[in-house]
């Protein structure tokens, strides 16, 4: 995954989850990251 696709994955996130959510994420990453940006690429 390239620095592009990250950030793109952060901003849906961002998007999706609210921001006292979010805060705990940024500091450690979730559980399922690829459950995750399988859900991306489907939604795509």
């Given at each position: ?15 999706l ?28």
């Amino acid at each position: 995954m390239n620095e592009a696709e990250k950030a793109s994955l952060f901003i849906c996130s961002y998007q999706l989850i609210p921001t006292n959510y979010i805060k705990p994420i940024i500091n450690k990453p979730p559980a399922k990251p690829k459950l995750t940006l399988q859900q991306l690429q489907h939604a795509k």
